[in-house]
């Protein structure tokens, strides 16, 4: 019956193809281009998820991983000690050399530089999650070393990032701009991060906020988005990956 339909369809000049349905998220995409045994960045790091994403997908990796807030930190050198080519960095990235007071939350992958917009609904469902009110979500500030990217990898002599992840609550731009150099000379081949778009913190960024940095070496190559407007659900962001064009011509 299937043959005798497509007789009839093809009769009338039309064709049947079937569609390539297979969804490709970020990790199968880095497996279009990387073996093993590549650099990775992982900026914010928190409790390790990314180094566990990563460790799956690149087990002969090289990831150094930067977590600013001290408690985290000292989860990870615990999770970790044993294990080689994962080096942890108690301090933030971003676009100057300086210390500065982050603003840590119950929930510490939320903690940020920016400073939190109280009056948000995101906030008051969190907050709600951990059986606090707002005032007491917040934890307090705590102040933190802050480097460039460009900095670290001259200090460890390193000429080359495969993945660059950056996960900071707001500070993404900020970050970039202290990888300008590195970005600019083809040193970073994908870059992968997080964008806030709505008002959870006093500060959010835009698409034109990160891609001054990476067009037009960078191609924007993925989104993963959560909600689809302002008005939808309590928060409005995405995670995006861009390649650099010198890897889209290997294929």
């Avoid at 995409?29 to 990314?50: E, H, L, P, R, V």
């Avoid at 044993?82 to 939320?110: F, M, P």
């Avoid at 900095?151 to 707001?170: F, R, V």
Wanted: proline share 1%; net charge positive.
């Amino acid at each position: 019956m299937k043959k005798i339909i497509k007789k009839l369809i093809n009769k009338f000049g039309y064709d049947i193809n079937k569609q390539n349905s297979k969804k490709l998220n970020f990790d199968d995409i880095y497996k279009m281009f990387f073996n093993d045994n590549i650099i990775i960045f992982d900026i914010g790091a928190n409790k390790g998820q990314s180094i566990e994403r990563f460790k799956k997908i690149f087990p002969n990796s090289i990831i150094h991983a930067f977590e600013p807030i001290k408690k985290e930190f000292n989860f990870l050198c615990n999770k970790y000690k044993n294990q080689k080519n994962i080096y942890l960095n108690n301090t933030a990235l971003g676009d100057d050399n300086y210390k500065k007071e982050i603003n840590l939350a119950k929930r510490s992958g939320v903690s940020s530089f920016n400073e939190f917009n109280k009056n948000h609904e995101w906030i008051k469902v969190r907050s709600k999650e951990y059986n606090s009110n707002v005032e007491n979500f917040l934890t307090g500030k705590e102040l933190c070393d802050v480097i460039t990217l460009e900095k670290y990898c001259n200090e460890q002599s390193i000429g080359n990032i495969d993945i660059l992840k950056i996960d900071t609550q707001g500070y993404e731009d900020k970050v970039l701009y202290g990888a300008k150099n590195l970005l600019l000379n083809n040193n970073i081949s994908c870059v992968e991060l997080e964008i806030i778009f709505d008002d959870t913190y006093h500060r959010n960024l835009s698409f034109t906020d990160i891609e001054k940095y990476l067009i037009p070496n960078f191609r924007f190559s993925g989104i993963k988005n959560y909600n689809q407007n302002l008005f939808e659900g309590i928060n409005f962001f995405a995670e995006v990956l861009y390649i650099h064009e010198k890897l889209k011509k290997k294929k």
